[in-house]
């Protein structure tokens, strides 16, 4: 019996060593047992961020993985989801964003520096995506510049030097856009087409958009028409009047900056390149004399003024060497606004007293612009312009100070 006694407590012994063993290892049943990471759900998670991407016009046929499981640069691997950047995928934007031509290239340049998102990718997804974000733009208040007409014709007939004698820009002032999307995604990637220009650029719609008197950013330039009564399918009516594209409008900004019919315009002898749409990623940079200059489809010799200056090539070419291609449009709009003359206490007596016109038109010889048969005479002089900018021109009518120094 005593024997048997023992083994029975032997045996006892072992069970209760075998519970106190299965016990604890219950309690971790399942949590140990782990998934491939293949076999991870990402979107249990980011449920919303899968969402929206399904709804994208584009990228909508990617898993997670597809961009954040790739590995870009050797040694920085991360261990669960990388962060892309949009340009390791998108290379040929680089060259064409970076283009001395692209209007976005100082956009994209400082997003690369501005550390918010990685690379430039706040500049990616502030256009084409639903990112919610602040954008701070500087601009110059006004540019002021002086232009002396010496009544010299360099070609024996009617046209004159204009010569560009100083261009000084007013103080840099700035303003803040504030692009709201309902959720903020950064996943919903849109069509090209519902990308907008003027959600950004809402100073140049409001100078776009004007007053009784014109608007400022490029539908300014329709003085001639009124003042010379041309008719409205005259090849010499100028403007550039936006109300076929229902105002200051995506698609208006689109005519210009993103018209491949303007490559074939070289801009020589005032520019030395080609214009390409294509090789630029958002929008060409532009200006007067992209399409005014003797490559253009507006070429001097066609222009209506045989006097003034603009038939003389000396003119251009100073424009184009004395200033900068950002400030050329508020240099020309000085002179081409809508309702130009406005404001000149001698214009009702042109014809007869000649006044201020002398100044910018120099001797007018013939009839004229009153056609009053009278030979003029004058000895030209200097015209000094304040422009401001956009969105002056919505705000009042004077936003183009003239003096004759």
């Not at 949590?31 to 399904?54: M, R, Y």
């Not at 892309?84 to 290239?105: G, L, Q, W």
């Not at 936006?242 to 900004?253: K, P, R, V, W």
């Not at 200033?323 to 214009?347: E, P």
């Amino acid at each position: 019996m005593g024997l048997l006694k023992i083994t029975i407590l032997g045996i006892g012994i072992i069970a209760l060593l075998i519970l106190s063993v299965s016990f604890p290892l219950s309690m971790f049943t399942g949590q140990h047992s782990f998934i491939p990471g293949k076999n991870v759900d990402c979107t249990k998670c980011h449920a919303e961020e899968a969402g929206n991407l399904s709804l994208s016009i584009y990228h909508s046929n990617l898993s997670c993985r597809t961009c954040h499981n790739t590995t870009f640069s050797p040694g920085q691997e991360a261990h669960a989801a990388s962060i892309p950047r949009c340009i390791d995928c998108h290379t040929s934007v680089v060259s064409k964003i970076n283009s001395s031509y692209e209007a976005h290239m100082p956009l994209f340049r400082t997003a690369e520096n501005y550390k918010i998102r990685r690379g430039p990718n706040e500049a990616c997804l502030m256009c084409h995506t639903n990112y919610s974000a602040n954008i701070t733009l500087l601009y110059y208040e006004y540019i002021n510049y002086t232009i002396y007409n010496n009544v010299t014709s360099p070609d024996g007939g009617e046209t004159y030097l204009y010569n560009i004698e100083s261009v000084i820009t007013g103080p840099q002032r700035s303003y803040t856009v504030e692009i709201k999307n309902e959720g903020g995604s950064t996943h919903f990637w849109k069509n090209i087409s519902d990308i907008s220009c003027v959600r950004c650029h809402i100073r140049i719609k409001l100078g776009n958009i004007g007053n009784a008197n014109g608007s400022q950013h490029a539908g300014d330039v329709n003085d001639t028409g009124t003042l010379y009564n041309l008719p409205s399918n005259s090849p010499y009516h100028p403007g550039h009047d936006n109300s076929s594209y229902g105002g200051a409008t995506d698609a208006y900004c689109r005519s210009c900056h993103k018209n491949a019919s303007l490559d074939i315009y070289a801009g020589a002898p005032y520019y030395n390149y080609n214009l390409n749409s294509s090789a630029v990623h958002a929008a060409l940079k532009l200006t007067c004399l992209t399409c005014h200059n003797n490559s253009g489809p507006y070429p001097l010799g066609n222009e209506p003024h045989t006097r003034g200056g603009h038939n003389s090539t000396q003119f251009y070419h100073d424009v184009s060497q004395k200033v900068t291609r950002r400030l050329i449009g508020d240099l020309c709009t000085g002179c081409h606004r809508y309702n130009n003359h406005a404001g000149l206490s001698s214009m009702s007596q042109c014809a007869t007293c000649h006044g201020d016109c002398s100044v910018c038109h120099g001797g007018m010889g013939g009839g004229g612009m009153g056609g009053g048969g009278g030979m003029w005479s004058f000895n030209g002089g200097r015209v000094e312009n304040d422009v401001y900018t956009e969105p002056k021109a919505a705000e009042s009518d004077t936003w183009v100070y003239r003096s004759f120094p």
